[in-house]
């Protein structure tokens, strides 16, 4: 069982920028995935950005060039660096994890097993 525990969301104006963070425990599987997605009321999950334990990162279109994923593995931190910040990027941002993956032709890997319970951002105009 991984648990994962998300923080750093807030209250920003547009353009500015946050940092989430998302502490894992130990994943006990010699490949894995770690992802951020978001969601909002009444729309589908949307996955933004996933990074396998080597390194290689996969980003969706809306958030490539302006959010950036990132891990720590001596500290069992994610992070999602959010640049540029929108009132569209408003939502529950959640991280989660799957074992046994890898990021292929940098796309966004979706079916994963673990989930944090989320963190709130919220981009006013």
């Known amino acids: 069982q991984v648990q994962l525990v998300e923080s750093g969301g807030g209250s920003v104006q547009a353009g500015e920028s946050l940092r989430l963070s998302c502490v894992f425990s130990?994943?006990?599987?010699?490949?894995?995935?770690l992802g951020w997605f978001r969601q909002t009321p009444g729309k589908k999950r949307e996955g933004l950005a996933t990074?396998?334990?080597?390194?290689?990162?996969g980003y969706s279109d809306s958030v490539k060039g302006r959010f950036s994923i990132s891990k720590d593995s001596a500290k069992n931190t994610l992070y999602l660096q959010m640049n540029s910040l929108e009132p569209e990027d408003s939502a529950m941002y959640y991280c989660a994890a799957e074992p046994w993956c890898q990021v292929l032709r940098g796309r966004v890997y979706e079916a994963m097993d673990y989930w944090g319970k989320g963190t709130l951002v919220n981009i006013s105009s």
């Open positions: 990074i396998d334990r080597p390194g290689n990162t």
């Open positions: 130990e994943i006990p599987y010699a490949t894995y995935c």
